[in-house]
């Protein structure tokens, strides 16, 4: 049994002892009670059902759409010339964008050995597979048949009688996208395993011990079986890592290999990957501050845990803005015109007033992160990462839209109009987003018990 | 549980399969299993709500060949990755192309005039498949190698052993093992200092699958592969009878065809009295373009000509090429040649630059027939005649136009010749459709200054490939071309 630990606030570094990442005095059987105390509540809170009725609210709003579109298919977008990448791309990069956070978290701070991504990355990873299931909504339904969806993979078929170009930036997305779904769906459920056993052993109820049962595939947390599970996990976050730097690189290639002025940059592929850890580890604290005061796992998820996020939102938020001062520089730099005017008009065109909003929820609005109660404050962190979250589906919008808008053909430039549909599925998909993430805290565990376990300071050194 | 078995290894009813000692904290946990090890045994195993540091060495757990297989799985899909794409795309080593391949042969198609096979357009796809097949490899590699998933395991029968996902520790010497003995063991667990220890056994009266299951299963299995076998032996079928539509793709469109009865019924009637479909431009009414009042210019024909004794129009003589030359000696057109255009309309300018669009024109359409030197030796007129010397088809021969016929400007003025390229004439086709009208009338000016410097053919080339005139053709710029010659000097 651990002694009480006295220390509430775990944000000021001490070099002569390692903060601690779990507070409250918790041993081994209070991370577990309190982990599954969510879970075994006879009742979720009140607010779980408001959350869950409005998202699922939002999300028959969004199945609705998606049924009108595939009634009458993609021209009841606002998609059209010379805009033909309209609200579902942004849409589609936006989520793919903020599942990025999650397998950062699990993997590539795995790998650098940051043990306080245990009490985060559980809920970060799931955060992910709900994202992408967001992301991969859009491109999906763009396709317009889409029963015949498996046209995009290289299925040997006598009646397509053709095969996917794998020189386009498209199908490498294709195989991005649904790898990095496949990868993470495979490292949240093994990361689960262990812990859905302790659900298997402490449920009472029949359905939930055949279920939970069945999905622990009889773990008894043999030594044997965790060797192999540790190497196992250590080399699915050495393949996630270069995977999820891939993915939103493969992503930027869909612009960035085209040529249309704005989007033929070199810069894109690092600067996506940079934004995209931005948003989604906005998305991650947007998230776990409300659940964490919902459930009372202040002593799990911890303000040092919150600080160590917001550190990095600033961190990552200022390289976008880096790069959002480089392409300015490369654009006068080359000395081409059309590059010049794509970037002159993004700040000072048409569209002067997205470009501005990206700038200021990007690059401004994170600086207060400076200033340490900023980042230790929850309620104000939430504040400043819907900002930044605003900000980066902007930054999504100014890439698209400013430069199809104004394409080489002055003949064609326009102003893009969304439609109705455009804008009830992007917060459609946010119904879907939260229903799923709804869902998960009240089925799954939230924090990965078995690893916070294996961080915590073992009893005997007290 | 089975407090009166303790004493015997095996009953009837269950089997003893090790025993389950708990320790409270994850050192002791090690320091037993140390001992363990050092006291001979090696059926052993450890439970963790989660991994120790320390008790792979303490267990003597060897390193798992997990990392090797994975890296065996990455080193084949780097090939299968980078064949799929080659093989798709059409991709060819030396002679080998793979869009000859008889089984789903690669499609090559040409984009932005890049290679079929390049590498670096090919990494990231690679790459994706290198990645998956390792995560693939790694996830079902562990479970497998784990023996997971296993349901039903007699450990899962120990009330205290719920608390091994939670937080207890425990150390299991399976009965298996050589040293194992009930009473010594248990003894030096205790030594070791466990909190309490267990049997853990096998229930042996209901450990096997009911009979039925395997049956069922089998049959299940069998019926759930007959709707796909169904789909693949359709889908590799021939039918007359149309297929199970699920999807019309704008199969069937609410819309009109051209050339089609109006369907479109209001009171048992057609919604227009001509019961077409298609509607007719308002009477006097000109579409933007497609004026040609002027005869002269659109036909040839004098502006002030009334037509007196033949009714035969000049649209009225289209060919449809099909009849053979019988009958179109047996009726031929009754035509008033006067009332043909002999000079230029005055709209057509006749310069060098329009007899030289002329030629150009000629070359285009006129001289597959007719030649290039309008001798009626185009190469199509020459495998036409040699076709149809065998018999295998009927053929007018092309007429050579400095044919006295032709070139007679009496019976053949300029506005028969325009009006014979715009409508054609015997077999020839009508090109007024093709060749718009000032395009017409400068073909009209080249046929002119070719008949003008009454080119005879140069050489069969067809039949004497060793003549001298094919020589004089090859030698160079000194000979002069047929259509060096024909280069009218206005």
Known sequence: MATVNPILDNTYDDAGERSPLILGGLDYAGVTDEVCGIWEADKPPKIWFVVLGAAISLLMVLGGCVGHLLMDGVGVWGNNNPAYWGWPIVNFVFWVGIGHAGTLISAILFLFRQNWRTSINRAAEAMTIFAVVCAGLFPGVHIGRVWVFYWLFPIPTEHLAMWPNFRSPLLWDVFAVSTYATVSILFWYMGMVPDIATFRDRCTTKIGKFVYGLLSLGWTGSARAWHRYEIAYTILAALATPLVLSVHTIVSFDFAVSQVPGWHTTIFPPYFVAGAIFSGFAMVVTLLVPVRKLYGLENLITIRHLENMNKIIMATGMMVGTAYGIEFFIAWYSGVPYESYAFYNRAFGNYWWAYWIMVSCNVMIPQVFWIKWCRTTPWFMVIICVFVNIGMWFERFVITITSLCRDFVPSSWAYFHPTWVDILMLIGSFGLFFTLFTLFCRFLPVIAMAEVKGVMPRPKDH | ?490
Request: hydrophobic share 40%; charged share 20%; net charge negative.
């Open chain 2, 1 to 490: 549980m089975a407090e009166e078995n303790k004493n015997s290894n095996t009953d009837e009813n269950s089997k003893l399969i090790g025993l389950v000692a708990q320790f409270d904290d994850p050192d002791s946990l090690v320091q037993a299993c140390d001992q363990a090890r050092q006291a001979g045994y090696t059926k052993t195993d450890a439970f963790s709500p989660f991994p120790v540091h320390g008790i792979d060495p303490a267990l003597g757990i060897k390193r798992t060949i997990l990392p090797f297989i994975v890296l065996g799985i990455a080193v084949g899909a780097v090939f299968i990755g980078l064949g799929m794409q080659w093989y798709t795309n059409g991709g060819s080593l030396g002679e080998f192309s793979t869009d000859e391949s008889p089984v789903f042969p690669g499609y090559r198609f040409k984009i932005s005039g890049k290679p079929y096979f390049s590498l670096p357009a090919n990494i990231p796809v690679t790459f994706e498949v290198i990645v998956l097949s390792s995560a693939f490899a790694t996830f079902f590699g562990m479970w497998f190698l784990n023996k997971l998933p296993m349901l039903s395991n007699p450990l899962h029968r120990i009330s205290r052993f719920k608390r091994a996902t939670n937080d207890k520790f425990f150390l299991m010497i399976e009965q298996a093992d050589e040293q194992f003995d009930r009473g010594s063991t248990e003894a030096q667990l205790n030594e070791w200092g466990a909190v309490s220890i267990d049997e853990c056994r096998r229930d042996l009266t209901d450990n096997n699958l009911p009979s039925w299951l395997r049956l069922f299963a089998l049959m299940g299995a069998i019926l759930l592969l007959l709707p796909p076998v169904a789909i693949f032996r359709a889908m590799g079928m021939t039918s007359r009878a149309p297929r199970l539509h699920v999807v019309p793709d704008m199969d069937w469109q609410d819309k009109s065809k051209t050339q089609t009865l109006s369907p479109i019924m209001m009171n048992d009637r057609y919604l227009f009295a001509d019961e077409r479909v298609m509607r007719a431009p308002v009477d006097g009414s000109v579409a933007r373009g497609q004026l040609d009042a002027d005869t002269e210019l659109y036909q040839g024909i004098k502006s002030d000509y009334v037509p007196t004794v033949s009714l035969t129009t000049p649209q009225g003589s289209v060919r449809t090429g099909l009849g053979t030359q019988d009958e179109a000696e047996a009726a031929p057109p009754v035509e008033d040649v006067s009332m043909y255009i002999t000079e230029f309309p005055k709209e057509i300018t006749v310069d060098e630059a329009l007899v030289k669009r002329g030629q150009v024109r000629f070359n285009i359409y006129c001289a597959a027939c007719h030649g290039y030197a309008a001798n009626g030796d185009g190469l199509v007129n020459q495998r036409a005649v040699a076709l149809a010397a065998t018999g295998k088809a009927q053929w007018t021969s092309a007429k050579s136009l400095h044919d006295a016929t032709v070139s007679n400007a009496e019976k053949n003025p300029l506005g028969r010749i325009f009006e014979t390229i715009s409508n054609g004439r015997g077999t020839m086709g009508p090109y007024g459709a093709q060749i718009p009208t000032a395009d017409r009338w400068a073909i009209v000016a080249y046929v002119k200054a070719l008949q003008e410097t009454g080119i005879k053919p140069v050489v069969a080339v067809s039949d004497d490939e060793s003549g001298e005139g094919s020589e004089a053709n090859d030698t160079g710029e000194s000979a002069s071309t047929p259509e060096d010659k024909t280069q009218p000097t206005p």
